[in-house]
């Protein structure tokens, strides 16, 4: 059970807002009291998330996040969701493009960072897709001085640019993402779909893992929903929603009848 304290630094500080947050790596060493704010999960997004919510290494690891992420949404502070802090990288792991086995997975696992519930974290210069190897004696490839004009006029960082950007974008522009419910909707070892809903705001949110395209049946759907990557438009049959996904791809959808934050 977390402490009244514990619950106070995880959300915010007392009488705030509510949005604050604690990286794992900066909360060791203030005692018992952030002992059992470890033990109840947090360090377990930075391990666990690694692998599992970027979905680095082998399709069987979308189970494996979808499980975490579960785990985690049901650790509760005072009967409220804990406010997590999500990141596919940091400054003491491998940059998150070096790490993944496929490098077609960028996309995928950015749009579990930044919809899964949470506060995402961008690593800087991650957005650009770069690499970045741990090594045993140093940190140096990690942290590197970067040169933005060079980044800048890569075509292909530029596109990682502009993946990162409209996640970003999305984000802003649906609270639910924030600040919504969770549900799982679809697992497999190789797709994975969940909702967020907040005050009649519903978002679907959908990945897949896979070298082959995906066709997912989403039940309990009802209505139009746009997709915001793609711009595609679906609409729920008998309460079915057929979503088909390019290979190694997601798409974050909204029901159309949700008002969008510009």
Do not use: W
């Amino acid at each position: 059970h977390l402490q009244p304290e514990a619950h106070n630094i995880l959300h915010g500080f007392p009488g705030g807002d509510g949005i604050g947050m604690i990286h794992g790596l900066l909360i060791s060493g203030i005692g018992d009291l952030i002992e059992a704010v470890v033990q109840c999960g947090l360090v377990g997004i930075e391990i666990d998330g690694h692998a599992a919510v970027a979905l680095t290494h082998t399709p069987e690891e979308t189970t494996d996040a979808a499980h975490t992420v579960k785990r985690l949404y049901e650790m509760t502070a005072n009967g409220q969701p804990m406010q997590l802090y999500n990141f596919t990288d940091n400054h003491d792991v491998e940059r998150i493009y070096t790490a993944l086995n496929n490098k077609a997975h960028f996309l995928p696992a950015h749009i579990l960072m930044y919809t899964l519930p949470g506060v995402p974290s961008l690593y800087y210069g991650s957005e650009f897709g770069i690499e970045g190897k741990k090594e045993r004696h140093s940190d140096d490839s990690l942290r590197p001085c970067l040169s933005l004009d060079v980044l800048r006029n890569d075509t292909q960082k530029k596109t990682f640019v502009q993946i990162i950007s409209r996640l970003g974008e999305v984000r802003k522009s649906l609270p639910a993402l924030s600040y919504g419910d969770y549900k799982e909707v679809l697992l497999t070892n190789r797709q994975y779909a969940f909702t967020r809903n907040l005050d009649g705001q519903s978002v679907l949110v959908c990945v897949n893992n896979d070298g082959a395209p995906a066709t997912l049946c989403i039940r309990n759907m009802n209505g139009m929903f746009k997709g915001l990557l793609s711009g595609s438009t679906l609409n729920a049959q008998n309460g079915n929603l057929t979503v088909t996904l390019p290979a190694d791809s997601g798409d974050i959808f909204v029901c159309a009848q949700t008002e969008i934050k510009t």
